[in-house]
């Protein structure tokens, strides 16, 4: 890992990459430790250093030099390529200078591999891909590739044995190549109802679904995607259900009180373990309205209706404005949504901390620390990352 030591400006050794170090942005830490548990390498242009996807800073950090070899010692549990202008092209460079068996070595504890908003070529992708022999999770948002691409990508997910899968737009041929056991719906531009619909397979080993973000055609598209569950989904165990897809914040209306019978048909129908409905709540009557849902499910018949209120991160304790309402049977299952959503303050998790709801071995895939690669030329590096740093 990257220590202290890596920071001096020592000689490499033989066979090394180059005798001049270059510079990644580091998240900050107490100390720089040899074993760091779990670490999310980012991939992504350094006028973007220590931002997530939608231009905000969300990490305290500092540009690092480092050398190579400091670089491969990482071995990161997260690989994330984010952002157009993407540099992933010149870390693929790199790899194609060392042996095979180092490249592995790299990439030896990767588990999820991450895209968003990127424009990178299918075949750098691909190169990743076929150094690893496992990978647990896929996603990806806002990534175009073509049909061609997306067939190429489904053999070595296949081949990986993919377990989980964040979908942002139509790839159902790709999931229905895959055993893959939770699918999560969100990003963008997101999957239209009617897709899935339309779509002829059954996903027989998906056993939770995360609905969060659809690309919205009718108003109706929350009963019609409840309405298609049962078939698309027959041996699913555990539902979350971002109540946006209804109405982006929560209200009691004759459209809530429909989807709201549906989901507890829905759970009695499928012998659900666990439902979870996750609801924007920033004022009294979105909050009166969510404590309506919650009725709603116990007066149902559903079991251990209880419903949770948080502040999203930025927020003071004290001012809640999300709610989840959680029921099942499923313990475990339950106290996961719990600490995932309540105690992690998030309303839309991403699949480093939803791969723990894969069974009861699997933990949340957070990290230790956070580093960002964004290219070789430490000058060009710096000038990009300085120039945008607010002075």
Same mark, same amino acid.
């Not at 070529?121 to 496992?134: A, M, R, S, T």
């Not at 099942?328 to 309540?342: A, E, F, L, M, P």
């Given at each position: 890992?990257?220590?202290?030591?890596?920071?001096?400006?020592?000689?490499?050794?033989?066979?090394?990459?180059?005798?001049?170090?270059?510079?990644?942005?580091?998240?900050?830490?107490?100390?720089?430790?040899?074993?760091?548990?779990?670490?999310?390498?980012?991939?992504?242009?350094?006028?973007?250093?220590?931002?997530?996807?939608?231009?905000?800073?969300?990490?305290?950090?500092?540009?690092?030099?480092?050398?190579?070899?400091?670089?491969?010692?990482?071995?990161?549990?997260?690989?994330?390529?984010?952002?157009?202008?993407?540099?992933?092209?010149?870390?693929?460079?790199?790899?194609?200078?060392?042996?095979?068996?180092?490249?592995?070595?790299?990439?030896?504890?990767?588990?999820?591999? $991450?895209? %968003?908003?990127?424009?990178?070529? +299918?075949?750098? /992708? #691909?190169?990743? !891909?076929? =150094?690893?022999?496992? @990978?647990?999770?896929?996603?990806?948002?806002?990534?175009?590739?073509?049909?061609?691409?997306?067939?190429?990508?489904?053999?070595?997910?296949?081949?990986?044995?993919?377990?989980?899968?964040?979908?942002?737009?139509?790839?159902?041929?790709?999931?229905?190549?895959?055993?893959?056991?939770?699918?999560?719906?969100?990003?963008?531009?997101?999957?239209?109802?009617?897709?899935?619909?339309?779509?002829?397979?059954?996903?027989?080993?998906?056993?939770?679904?995360?609905?969060?973000?659809?690309?919205?055609?009718?108003?109706?598209?929350?009963?019609?995607?409840?309405?298609?569950?049962?078939?698309?989904?027959?041996?699913?165990?555990?539902?979350?259900?971002?109540?946006?897809?209804?109405?982006?914040?929560? $209200?009691? %209306?004759?459209?809530?009180?429909? +989807?709201?019978? /549906? #989901?507890?048909? !829905?759970? =009695?129908?499928?012998? @659900?373990?666990?439902?979870?409905?996750?609801?924007?709540?920033?004022?009294?009557?979105?909050?009166?309205?969510?404590?309506?849902?919650?009725?709603?499910?116990?007066?149902?018949?559903?079991?251990?209706?209880?419903?949770?209120?948080?502040?999203?991160?930025?927020?003071?304790?004290?001012?809640?404005?999300?709610?989840?309402?959680?029921?099942?049977?499923?313990?475990?299952?339950?106290?996961?949504?719990?600490?995932?959503?309540?105690?992690?303050?998030?309303?839309?998790?991403?699949?480093?901390?939803?791969?723990?709801?894969?069974?009861?071995?699997?933990?949340?895939?957070?990290?230790?620390?956070?580093?960002?690669?964004?290219?070789?030329?430490?000058?060009?590096?710096?000038?990009?990352?300085?120039?945008?740093?607010?002075?």
């Amino acid at each position: 890992m990257i220590t202290e030591s890596d920071r001096r400006d020592e000689e490499l050794e033989p066979n090394s990459f180059s005798s001049e170090p270059i510079v990644v942005w580091m998240q900050r830490s107490g100390s720089y430790v040899e074993n760091i548990r779990n670490v999310v390498l980012r991939v992504k242009h350094p006028s973007k250093f220590g931002q997530n996807v939608q231009g905000i800073s969300n990490e305290s950090g500092e540009l690092v030099d480092v050398r190579w070899e400091s670089v491969m010692n990482l071995r990161p549990t997260v690989l994330e390529l984010t952002d157009s202008r993407n540099p992933l092209p010149q870390l693929i460079g790199m790899l194609k200078r060392i042996s095979e068996s180092q490249v592995k070595e790299f990439l030896s504890r990767l588990k999820l591999l $991450s895209l %968003d908003t990127t424009d990178i070529d +299918v075949h750098d /992708l #691909l190169f990743i !891909l076929q =150094k690893l022999e496992l @990978l647990a999770a896929f996603s990806f948002s806002d990534t175009r590739f073509t049909k061609k691409g997306w067939t190429l990508l489904s053999s070595e997910l296949a081949r990986l044995s993919v377990r989980a899968v964040d979908m942002s737009n139509d790839i159902l041929d790709v999931l229905d190549k895959l055993n893959v056991e939770l699918v999560k719906l969100s990003g963008a531009p997101g999957i239209k109802v009617e897709a899935i619909k339309k779509c002829n397979a059954s996903f027989i080993t998906v056993r939770t679904l995360v609905a969060q973000e659809l690309d919205y055609s009718y108003d109706g598209d929350a009963q019609h995607l409840i309405a298609c569950i049962e078939t698309r989904f027959p041996r699913l165990k555990t539902l979350i259900w971002d109540w946006s897809i209804v109405d982006p914040a929560v $209200s009691f %209306d004759n459209e809530s009180k429909t +989807v709201i019978a /549906l #989901l507890a048909q !829905l759970y =009695k129908r499928m012998k @659900l373990e666990s439902l979870a409905i996750i609801s924007y709540t920033p004022c009294n009557d979105t909050k009166y309205a969510s404590g309506e849902l919650a009725r709603s499910l116990l007066e149902a018949g559903l079991p251990l209706v209880q419903l949770f209120r948080f502040a999203s991160k930025g927020l003071s304790q004290g001012q809640d404005n999300f709610t989840v309402i959680i029921a099942g049977s499923n313990h475990q299952t339950r106290d996961k949504i719990h600490s995932i959503y309540v105690e992690g303050r998030t309303s839309a998790p991403d699949l480093r901390y939803l791969m723990q709801l894969l069974d009861d071995i699997t933990p949340p895939f957070t990290s230790a620390t956070v580093v960002e690669f964004g290219g070789i030329d430490r000058d060009n590096v710096r000038s990009a990352y300085e120039t945008r740093k607010p002075q």
